[in-house]
C-alpha cells in the first residue's frame, strides 16, 4: 500500500460516516447566512470523475395566453415559456426541477442540479420559478404567484405539455419532480395533484429546502432590512454597500486580479476582508426585495390593477417612466404583494376565506395527509435554514417521519450542492 | 475594445449571485418625488405611508443624462443580438469544434495582451507590467504565437486586463454620463474615450500586424473584423433577457458602472 496514512484516514472517515449523519456532517460553512449567500465551496462540492458533455435543449410551450401589453411580451421574449431539457441517450427516468423564487432554468443552481442528474443518467427538464416574471408572463393562470396551489395547476399544464413535446423521441422508465426552496413546496403540491388527476403519475417527490409555512418563510426574508435598520439606525444603504464594494476591491487587489465566479463571494469570506454576518444577510433581504419588486410589477402590469403601474398605462420599457415603476416597484415587499394584490384575489375566489385560511391553505398543512401517507415523497432540509420558524423542524419529522432528511446545519440550500447531500439526493431516487 | 461585452458579461454574473441585491441602498429619508407621478394609482397613500416608516428601500442612481438615447441603442443591440449576432454565432460554433474555438479565444487575448501592458504602466502597476510583458512574449513563442496560454497553464500567470479608460480612471477620471454605444454596449463616457485611445494605440503598436490588417478594408480585413466580434461574442455568455426582469436596463446599468468601478480600484 502505497499510502497507508491516507488510507487509514479515509477509513476512518467512512466509519465515521456511518455512525450518523450529525457527528461526520462536513459542510465547512457554520453560519447560515454565509452559507446560504456562499453556497457550497468549489473544493467540497459532488464532483463526478469524467462527465459527459451536456447538450441542453430549449424547449418552447405557447399557452396563447392574451396580451394587451405588447411591449412586455417583447421584453421579455415571453409569447413562449422556456425550459431547458437534456436527454439520454437510451431509456431513463425523467425528472422535472423547479427553482427557487425568482430563480430561472438557467440560474446556477439549476444548472448544477440539471448536470447532476443528467450525469445521473436522467433525462432532465428544468422549470423557471412560477414567481420568475417570463413564466409568469408566459404560463401563469392567475398572475398572482406565490399561490401554490394554483401555482401547481400552472406547473402541472406545463409539464404535461413539455412531456408531449419529448415523450416521442425520449424513453422515459420512470417520472420524478424536485424542486429547491418555493420549488422545493411547489414539488409537493405538483405532486399532490398528479395524486388526483394522475396525468403524469410520478414515481418520486423530493422537496429541497422548501418552506413549511409560506407566512414564516416570506416573514424571515421581508423583516432582514427592517431587522438591519433598527440595528444600525445611523447607517445608510450607501454606506453599507459602499462598505461591501470597497472589500471586494480589496479583496481583489490583493489577490492581483478581477475575477468573478462561484468561488469569489467564499474567498472573500475567508480574507481578511470578509463581510460582517450582519452585512451578509443584509444581502439576502435586499436579494429577496429584488425578487418581489419584480414580482409585483409583473403581476400589476399584467392584471393591469394600477398599484404601481397606472391600470390604463401598459408596461414599456422605453418609457421614460420606467424608473419610476422600477423605484416604486422597490417599495413592495413580498407581504404587501400577498395582503393587497394576492389576498382580495382570493377571497373573491374563494368567498369565506380569511388570510389565515389562505396562509394555511398554500402551505405544507394544506397537503398534510398526502405527505403523510405517500411514502414516494421525501424532505431534505437543515435545522438552520434561514426560512423555517420554530417548530417547523419538528414538524416536517412528524409528518414525514425517515423521509426528512434533516441536516445540522447549511442554512438556505447553502449545503445543496456538499457531497453528501447530493449523495442522499440520488440515494433518494435511486431506491 | 473586444473586451467590452466580456465585462457587461461579468456585471451579469454578478447578479446570477446575490450581488444584484447591493443596488439597493437601505435609504433614510427617500424622497416621495423619486417615484413620479403617483396621483394615478390605486392607492398613492400606501407609498406616503411607506416613506413615513423611513422603510423604504432604494438603488443608487447612475448619471444618465442620456437615457432616452441609451434606451434606443440598448433595445436596437437587442434586436441586433437576437437577429445578426446569436445567429451568426450558432454557425461559429458549429462550423468550428471547441478545440479550435479555444485557440481563436487565445489568440486575440494574446493579441489583446498589448494594452494590459502599456495600461498596467501608466498606472505605475510594476508587477502586472512585468506579468502581463512576460504573457505576450511567453504565450507569442511558446504558444506559437498565442494560439496557447501556457503562461496561465504552466506558470500560473493570470491575464489581468486593463484598459485606457482604468487608466483614466487610476488618475481620478471620473465615468461620466453612461452611454450604451451601438453593438458593444454599456459604457460611459471615460470608458469609450479609452476604447478609442485603445483602438489607436494599438493599431500604432500593430502588434503581429493583426490590428493593421484587421483595419484594412478588402476581404482579409473584413473577414478579421468578423472573427474577431465573433470571438467576443462566443466567450460572452450574456444574453439579453437573461435576467427575467421589468428592469433589465436599470440592473444592468448599475452593475456595468459598480464592476467598472472595481476594475479601476482594483
Given amino acids: 500500500m502505497k499510502y497507508p496514512l491516507s488510507a487509514a484516514i479515509s477509513l476512518l472517515i467512512a466509519l465515521f460516516n456511518w455512525t450518523g449523519p450529525a457527528f461526520a456532517y462536513g459542510f465547512p460553512i457554520w453560519n447560515p447566512y454565509e452559507a446560504t449567500v456562499v453556497g457550497t465551496p468549489p473544493d467540497v462540492t459532488y464532483k463526478w470523475g469524467e462527465p459527459r458533455e451536456m447538450t441542453p435543449e430549449i424547449l418552447k410551450l405557447n399557452f396563447d395566453k392574451e396580451f394587451t401589453d405588447i411591449p412586455l411580451a417583447k421584453t421579455f421574449d415571453i409569447a413562449d415559456l422556456k425550459l431547458m431539457f437534456v436527454k439520454q441517450e437510451g431509456p431513463a ?155 471586494l476591491a480589496k479583496h481583489f487587489k490583493n489577490s492581483g486580479k478581477v475575477k468573478f465566479g462561484p468561488e469569489t463571494i467564499y474567498d472573500l469570506q475567508k480574507g481578511p476582508d470578509a463581510l460582517p454576518i450582519g452585512d451578509v444577510e443584509l444581502l439576502i433581504g435586499i436579494s429577496f426585495q429584488f425578487s418581489s419588486g419584480d414580482l409585483a410589477f409583473t403581476s400589476d402590469a399584467l392584471n ?44 373573491e375566489h374563494h368567498p369565506g376565506d380569511t388570510r389565515d385560511d389562505i396562509i394555511r391553505k398554500v402551505s405544507l398543512t394544506g397537503i398534510e395527509d398526502y405527505l403523510r401517507n405517500n411514502k414516494n415523497v421525501g424532505v431534505m432540509t437543515n435545522s438552520d435554514d434561514i426560512i423555517l420558524g420554530p417548530g417547523d423542524i419538528e414538524y416536517l419529522q412528524e409528518v414525514m417521519g425517515d423521509r426528512a432528511t434533516i441536516y445540522p446545519y447549511g442554512g438556505h440550500c447553502g449545503n445543496m450542492e456538499y457531497v453528501t447531500n447530493v449523495t442522499d439526493m440520488l440515494h433518494f431516487f435511486k431506491n | 475594445m473586444n473586451t467590452l461585452l466580456r465585462k457587461l458579461f461579468v456585471a451579469v454574473t454578478l447578479t446570477t449571485g446575490l450581488w444584484v441585491g447591493v443596488v439597493a441602498a437601505v435609504h433614510a429619508r427617500a424622497d416621495i418625488s423619486e417615484l413620479g407621478d403617483i396621483s394615478t394609482l390605486r ?112 506558470l500560473g500567470l493570470e491575464r489581468a486586463e486593463e484598459d485606457f479608460g482604468q487608466t483614466l480612471g487610476y488618475w481620478g477620471v471620473g465615468p461620466g454620463p453612461y452611454l450604451v454605444l451601438p453593438i458593444f454596449g454599456p459604457s460611459n463616457l471615460r470608458d469609450t474615450t479609452g476604447i478609442v485611445a485603445d483602438y489607436f494605440a494599438e493599431k500604432e503598436i500593430d502588434f503581429l500586424g493583426v490590428k493593421e490588417a484587421e483595419s484594412r478594408n478588402d476581404t482579409g480585413g473584413w473577414a478579421l473584423k468578423v472573427f474577431d466580434a465573433l470571438n467576443t461574442r462566443d466567450i460572452t455568455p450574456f444574453r439579453y433577457g437573461m435576467l427575467g426582469s421589468p428592469f433589465e436596463y436599470n440592473k444592468v446599468r448599475y452593475l456595468f458602472e459598480k464592476q467598472r468601478q472595481l476594475l479601476v480600484d482594483d
Fill in chain 1, 304 to 347: 393591469h390593477t394600477g398599484w404601481i403601474i397606472p391600470a390604463d398605462e401598459h408596461f414599456n420599457p422605453l418609457s421614460s417612466d420606467a424608473t419610476y415603476w422600477y423605484k416604486r416597484s422597490l417599495r413592495w415587499r413580498f407581504l404587501t404583494y400577498f395582503d393587497k394584490m394576492v389576498v382580495p384575489w382570493w377571497q
Fill in chain 2, 43 to 154: 392607492d398613492p397613500q400606501m407609498y406616503v405611508d411607506i416613506e413615513a416608516q423611513a422603510n423604504p428601500l432604494d438603488f443608487l442612481d447612475v448619471y444618465d443624462p442620456l437615457e432616452p438615447m441609451n434606451k434606443r441603442i440598448y433595445a436596437f443591440n437587442r434586436i441586433f443580438d437576437d437577429y445578426v449576432f446569436l445567429p451568426a454565432l450558432k454557425g461559429y460554433r458549429f462550423i468550428f469544434p471547441e478545440f479550435v474555438r479555444g485557440r481563436f479565444q487565445d489568440f486575440w487575448a494574446n493579441i489583446g495582451e498589448v494594452p494590459n501592458i502599456y495600461n498596467s504602466l501608466l498606472q505605475l502597476k510594476i508587477e502586472r507590467t512585468a506579468v502581463s510583458a512576460w504573457r505576450l512574449v511567453f504565450n507569442t513563442t511558446v504558444g506559437i504565437g498565442g494560439l496557447w496560454d501556457p503562461s496561465t497553464k504552466w
Fill in chain 1, 93 to 247: 427516468p425523467l425528472i422535472f426541477i423547479i427553482a427557487g423564487t425568482g430563480a430561472s432554468y438557467e440560474s446556477p443552481k439549476m444548472l448544477f442540479l440539471v448536470n447532476t442528474f443528467f450525469q445521473a443518467g436522467y433525462h432532465v427538464i428544468a422549470i423557471s420559478s412560477p414567481t420568475k416574471p417570463p413564466f409568469m408572463a408566459a404560463a401563469s393562470s392567475t398572475n398572482l404567484p406565490g399561490l401554490t396551489t394554483y401555482d401547481a395547476e400552472d406547473l402541472y399544464k406545463v409539464m404535461t405539455h413539455a412531456l408531449k413535446l419529448v415523450e416521442d423521441r425520449t424513453e422515459i422508465t420512470q417520472k420524478y419532480v424536485t424542486g429547491y426552496s418555493l420549488g422545493g413546496i411547489d414539488a409537493a403540491f405538483v405532486g399532490y395533484l398528479d395524486s388526483q388527476r394522475k396525468e403524469i403519475n410520478f414515481d418520486k417527490v423530493l422537496m429541497i429546502n422548501p418552506p413549511v409555512n409560506l407566512y414564516t418563510s416570506v416573514s424571515n426574508l421581508d423583516n432582514i432590512i427592517p431587522n438591519y435598520r433598527k440595528k444600525h439606525p445611523e447607517a445608510t444603504g450607501k454606506e453599507v454597500f459602499d462598505d461591501v464594494f470597497e472589500r
